[in-house]
């Protein structure tokens, strides 16, 4: 059997700077914007549903998430750099993926993975440091229970360190290769066990 490889590239998107869509105003809506909103409290985001569950609304005053009661529509996606779909109706769903595709709009539709541009997997974040992990979709409750685990593993003070090692890296002279060897070095026995 051929193992299957991860050929997820993994970046960080600064959403406060880009514009969001979700589509769908349920639980699953309120949880990606829980997500979003976690890692990014400015973020962003324009929801556009039928109706919201209280809970989405909750979210949405204390974040400005713009909210729009109507059904979905092309016309919604105008300005938009990321769109997540969560309705429970597979056509709508599949409408917006098509949609997005045709104007180059990165979309993930909500739990179908061949749908999807970008998974939302698991973060960490301590300060300046965050961690995602990812299953390449095919897990999400491993990459929540590895999230947990990281979030013990990881010492409180990490974010002290990272703050310091920026401040030691203003003062080191010489050139960029000379900056990261001794940064290197300095660092070297954070992954030594």
Request: glycine letters at 4%; a positive charge.
């Amino acid at each position: 059997m051929i193992e299957e490889r991860n050929e997820l590239y993994p970046i960080f998107l600064k959403v406060n700077a880009l514009e969001v869509l979700i589509v769908g105003g349920g639980y699953v809506a309120a949880e990606k914007l829980t997500f979003i909103l976690k890692s990014s409290p400015n973020a962003k985001v324009t929801m556009v549903a039928p109706f919201f569950r209280e809970v989405t609304l909750a979210l949405a005053r204390e974040a400005s998430v713009t909210l729009l009661k109507d059904s979905y529509n092309i016309t919604y996606l105008k300005g938009k750099n990321i769109v997540i779909a969560t309705t429970d109706k597979e056509t709508i769903n599949i409408s917006v993926y098509n949609d997005c595709k045709a104007n180059n709009i990165l979309v993930n539709v909500a739990d179908n993975p061949p749908y999807c541009d970008f998974y939302m997997g698991g973060i960490i974040t301590k300060g300046h440091v965050k961690i995602a992990i990812s299953t390449n979709g095919k897990s999400p409750t491993t990459a929540k229970r590895l999230r947990q685990f990281f979030e013990e593993v990881l010492p409180e003070d990490i974010n002290q360190l990272v703050q310091n090692l920026n401040e030691f890296r203003k003062l080191i002279k010489g050139d960029f290769e000379k900056k990261v060897k001794t940064l290197n070095k300095l660092t070297e026995s954070l992954v030594k066990l």
